[in-house]
Every structure is written in C-alpha cells, then in structure tokens.
C-alpha cells in the first residue's frame, strides 16, 4: 500500500511539474527598455516572480509610439518607456484578470476593454512601473508579449482600435469617472451592428441618450471623440465583439450566482460590464472585508 501511494504522489508531482511548466512556457515579461536594474527589480518584486523564470521582452518608446501617435497628447506617452508588464495566456473561456500598480491614468477595466477589441480575450496580466505613470504604453507591451506567447499576430487594425478605446476612455474618465466611461463605451459596442447604419447625427443623439442613462452631460468634443471610436470599431468583426463583451457580463452574473443574495443583488444590477464589476468588488468585500 505505502508503495501505492508513494507511486501515486510521485505521479501527481511530476504531473504538477509539467503544468508548471506549460504556464511558464505561455507566460511572458515585457520591460520597458529605459529601466535601470532596480528599477527592473522592482518591478519582478510586483509580478511576484524571479527574473529568468520567464522569457523576457523589450518594448521602447518608439514601439508605443507606433500605436499612441496621434490618440493621446505626447506628455502622456513621454520620451522613455516606463510601464512593465507580466502576461500568462489563459485557456479558452478562463477570461481576463487584470491588476495595475503605479498606473494612474488607465484602470484594469479599461485595459480588459480595449484587450477584448484587440483579440485577446483570456489572459492573467499584470501592469506595474518603478513609479507613478499613465500607463498608456503598456497596451503595446501586451500585443506583443501576447503575440510572442501564441506566434501569431494579432490584426493591426484591431491592436490600433484597442489602443484608441483605452485613450478614449481614459480621457473620458478624467471627466465623468472611470466606472461611467467604461459603461457608455460597452454599451456602444453591444449596438455596433445598428451604429453602423446611423448617420452621424443620428449616433450623436444616440451617445446623448445612452450617456443620460448616468446622468452624464457629454461635451461636443467627447462625443466627436466616441463616434470616431465607433466608426473604427465597426471595422472590426462586430458579431465577435459583442459576443466577447456578452460573455463578460454572462461571466460576472455566475460568479454572482454562485454566493448568496443572488436576487436581492442581481436586481440591482445595471446589464453593463463596468457596473457588474464594481457590484461583484463591493459584494465581496462585504464577505471577506
């Protein structure tokens, strides 16, 4: 019997081992190529793993300025590359987690946003910098880690797309809060397929109108900003989108479901992706503190 079990433990660490593996084989590191050593370090210290135990990648400041030119204002992306970040490739279905540290301009949902545009749906990602920056290179640093870990390319339009959601966004938020830009911007998404055959003024009046929702005024140069966004968006594969932000929402509403007060807490729920994440954050403080 004691042979049995020795066999059987045996296996079952071998069998971790390998899984080991295969998660540090889809994982990746990308270090902003103006960091010193400890400023390297540090950052390690955050992902929580010793350097060499991941491939690690460069990005420069030239490789962000490929996706930011144009999009947000040049102080925001600077003159070095700063933002770091650590990415494990998830199986299908396992969705996004995203956590940030020193990032003060860009939330985790809006990154989540903008990696679902891009074609990355499923994903353990960390974002972290030396000190406080806005965080609007690290997009680029995830394209590539992500394309060095399946080998293949994501499209361009939608890396382009995704990196204009996040600046859109962000820049909304400094105005109305993160968890309201989110919203609107998943909400135009959710109805691309009838955007698509608006004119102009009539997505205009239909950003007024889903921005009243939050009781939320939205100047001329925003809304200009957000049809932009959805002209772009409507390039992309519009029926995969949506499918993409449905099941986040489908996602979130079974993790709900799993834990007590399920109806009390679902009928005070809003249908967008921003407002189920912060209902399910709160809802678990509430058991865990």
């Known amino acids: 019997m004691k042979k049995v079990i020795s066999l059987i433990l045996c296996v079952l660490m071998l069998g971790s081992c390998f899984a080991y593996a295969d998660a540090i084989e889809g994982s990746r590191v990308v270090i902003g ?41 040049n102080s925001l992306i600077g003159s070095k590359s700063i933002s770091c970040v650590y990415i494990e490739a998830l199986a299908e ?9 020193n990032i003060t ?10 990696m679902v545009t891009a074609g990355i749906t499923d994903a353990n990602v960390k974002i972290a ?3 406080e920056v806005s965080g609007t290179a690290a997009l680029t640093g995830i394209y590539k880690a992500y394309e060095d870990i399946t080998g293949k390319k994501l499209d361009n339009d ?11 966004t962000a820049e909304l938020a400094d105005e109305i809060g993160s968890a309201d830009s ?18 102009d003024e009539e997505l205009r009046q239909q950003i007024i109108d889903i921005a009243k929702k939050y009781d939320v005024t939205l100047t001329d140069s925003q809304i200009d900003s957000l ?12 029926d995969q989108l949506k499918q993409k932000v449905e099941e986040v929402q489908q996602y979130l509403k079974d993790i709900v479901a799993k834990h007590g007060e399920v109806k009390q807490f679902l009928s005070t729920v809003a249908d967008t992706v921003t407002e189920f994440v912060n209902k399910v954050i709160d809802f678990f403080k509430g058991i865990f503190g």
């Open 33 to 73: 190529a103006d960091l010193d050593a400890d400023d390297i370090a540090y950052v390690y210290k955050q992902f929580g793993i010793e350097q060499g135990d991941v491939k690690e990648l460069t990005v420069t400041n030239a490789e962000e300025r490929e996706y930011l030119n144009g999009l947000v204002d």
């Open 93 to 101: 279905g396992k969705g996004l987690d995203v956590t940030v540290k």
């Open 105 to 114: 301009w860009c939330t985790p949902d809006m990154y989540m946003n903008a």
């Open 129 to 131: 910098a030396p000190f």
């Open 158 to 168: 939608a890396k382009l797309v995704g990196t204009q959601e996040l600046t859109v």
């Open 182 to 199: 989110t919203a609107i911007v998943n909400e135009l998404k959710l109805i691309l397929d009838k955007t698509k055959d608006m004119t």
């Open 227 to 238: 049809i932009s966004l959805c002209r772009s968006m409507e390039k992309l594969d519009i």
